[in-house]
């Protein structure tokens, strides 16, 4: 029997050399792999597209629609993060849950609002304040079967919706038996054109849905929106040609579209020969006992009484099919640096005509006059 021997000859490489070159190369190929693939992962921009739909997913848990946002804010990326209460810009907003989605770096944002319906004050300061004496703009409606209004925010090119989602499985929970949700949008290009203003309409919506799944409401909510109606806040209407929420009165005004699912509505009575200029407004479901609360109005209405009359203001209330009551009030409004005498009779006889169409829109009934 022979032993084999491995036999080489002189000038042949050692093998044991040729190996550990080879685990030498595949180390550093590893090596390399380790730091160029990461490299390359955050230098092309995924690194941040990940962390962008990261941030999105853990936003207002989820909620905000963003399939319209980047055409709403005019950039490529969106980044989400939620907001403490604290940060708020508004008192009182998002008393519930508060977030913003926006365009890194970019200045420009859409931030979001939740609040159960006994806090309904906050987002009724959000959409306006709707502060005696003052010209807030207008509540137009979102339309489709929506409990939703949206406007211009006055001196600024911001749009802002209000959407009221009733839940229908906490009807005995009067503390979170709907949830609102407020929409704002900041430094957004061309809101004046009816594609961007119903991109706004849907996005808002859509993230009212959303957030009503992620915070266990199931919503009653409306159809899908192709268009809103036009922006009115401006438009002077002359006497006797109103045909939306100031249909029937005489003077010169401006209105918005009717829809009866509109939370809110307004009408503004013009300055004509001297007359007062005033605003009727209709509040309905939690916006009802939330406009107490707002600054001022404490003193122009007694929220106790069904009807009434208290300085330049009038009220009147109603009983709605929901089960709960609706309100409308009237008062006056500076014209610019101008304090018009008040003019009750106009106003009196402008609430009649605005509550009783606005009551039977909404279907209720039991209407009290001051």
Same mark, same amino acid.
């Given at each position: 029997?022979?032993?084999?021997?491995?036999?080489?000859?002189?000038?042949?490489?050692?093998?044991?050399?040729?190996?550990?070159?080879?685990?030498?190369?595949?180390?550093?190929?590893?090596?390399?792999?380790?730091?160029?693939?990461?490299?390359?992962?955050?230098?092309?921009?995924?690194?941040?597209?990940?962390?962008?739909?990261?941030?999105?997913?853990?936003?207002?848990?989820?909620?905000?629609?963003?399939?319209?946002?980047?055409?709403?804010?005019?950039?490529?990326?969106?980044?989400?993060?939620?907001?403490?209460?604290?940060?708020?810009?508004?008192?009182?907003?998002?008393?519930?849950?508060?977030?913003?989605?926006?365009?890194?770096?970019?200045?420009?944002?859409?931030?979001?609002?939740?609040?159960?319906?006994?806090?309904?004050?906050?987002?009724?300061?959000?959409?306006? /304040?709707?502060? $005696?004496?003052?010209?807030?703009?207008?509540?137009? $409606?979102?339309?489709?079967?929506?409990?939703?209004?949206?406007?211009?925010?006055?001196?600024?090119?911001?749009?802002?919706?209000?959407?009221?989602?009733?839940?229908?499985?906490?009807?005995?929970?009067?503390?979170?038996?709907?949830?609102?949700?407020?929409?704002?949008?900041?430094?957004?290009?061309?809101?004046?054109?009816?594609?961007?203003?119903?991109?706004?309409?849907?996005?808002?919506?859509?993230?009212?849905?959303?957030?009503?799944?992620?915070?266990?409401?199931?919503?009653?909510?409306?159809?899908?929106?192709?268009?809103?109606?036009?922006?009115?806040?401006?438009?002077?209407?002359?006497?006797?040609?109103?045909?939306?929420?100031?249909?029937?009165?005489?003077?010169?005004?401006?209105?918005?579209?009717?829809?009866?699912?509109?939370?809110?509505?307004?009408?503004?009575?013009?300055?004509?020969?001297?007359?007062?200029?005033?605003?009727?407004?209709?509040?309905?479901?939690?916006?009802?006992?939330?406009? $107490?609360?707002?600054?001022?109005? /404490?003193?122009?209405?007694?929220?106790?009484?069904?009807?009434?009359?208290?300085?330049?203001?009038?009220?009147?209330?109603?009983?709605?099919?929901?089960?709960? $009551?609706?309100?409308?009030?009237?008062?006056?409004?500076?014209?610019?640096?101008?304090?018009?005498?008040?003019?009750?009779?106009?106003?009196?006889?402008?609430?009649?005509?605005?509550?009783?169409?606005?009551?039977?829109?909404?279907?209720?009934?039991?209407?009290?006059?001051?």
């Amino acid at each position: 029997m022979t032993e084999a021997t491995e036999t080489r000859r002189i000038g042949d490489p050692d093998p044991r050399v040729k190996r550990l070159n080879r685990k030498r190369l595949l180390i550093t190929i590893v090596v390399l792999l380790m730091v160029a693939v990461p490299g390359a992962f955050y230098f092309s921009g995924a690194y941040d597209r990940w962390q962008d739909g990261r941030s999105l997913a853990d936003t207002c848990r989820g909620s905000v629609d963003t399939s319209e946002i980047k055409e709403l804010l005019g950039g490529d990326r969106l980044r989400g993060h939620d907001i403490e209460e604290d940060e708020g810009v508004s008192p009182r907003a998002g008393r519930l849950h508060k977030c913003s989605v926006g365009v890194p770096d970019g200045g420009s944002w859409v931030s979001v609002a939740l609040d159960w319906n006994p806090d309904a004050a906050g987002p009724l300061h959000d959409f306006g /304040g709707f502060t $005696p004496y003052g010209d807030v703009g207008m509540a137009i $409606p979102v339309g489709h079967g929506w409990q939703g209004v949206m406007d211009q925010v006055p001196m600024t090119n911001d749009l802002v919706a209000m959407v009221n989602v009733p839940c229908a499985n906490r009807g005995s929970d009067a503390r979170h038996s709907s949830l609102i949700v407020t929409v704002q949008g900041n430094a957004m290009r061309s809101m004046e054109e009816a594609v961007q203003r119903a991109r706004f309409a849907r996005t808002s919506v859509k993230t009212a849905q959303n957030a009503a799944k992620a915070w266990g409401c199931k919503a009653q909510t409306g159809s899908a929106i192709d268009r809103v109606p036009v922006n009115t806040a401006h438009a002077e209407v002359k006497p006797g040609a109103a045909k939306g929420t100031c249909t029937g009165i005489s003077t010169t005004v401006r209105e918005s579209a009717t829809d009866p699912k509109a939370p809110i509505e307004n009408c503004y009575l013009l300055p004509d020969s001297g007359s007062s200029h005033y605003r009727l407004s209709a509040f309905y479901g939690p916006f009802v006992q939330a406009l $107490p609360a707002q600054a001022g109005y /404490g003193d122009e209405f007694d929220p106790e009484q069904p009807s009434g009359h208290k300085g330049s203001a009038f009220w009147a209330s109603a009983e709605c099919s929901s089960g709960g $009551p609706a309100l409308y009030i009237a008062t006056s409004v500076p014209d610019g640096d101008r304090i018009l005498s008040p003019d009750g009779r106009l106003a009196k006889t402008a609430l009649k005509e605005f509550a009783t169409r606005s009551a039977k829109r909404h279907g209720c009934t039991d209407l009290k006059l001051p």
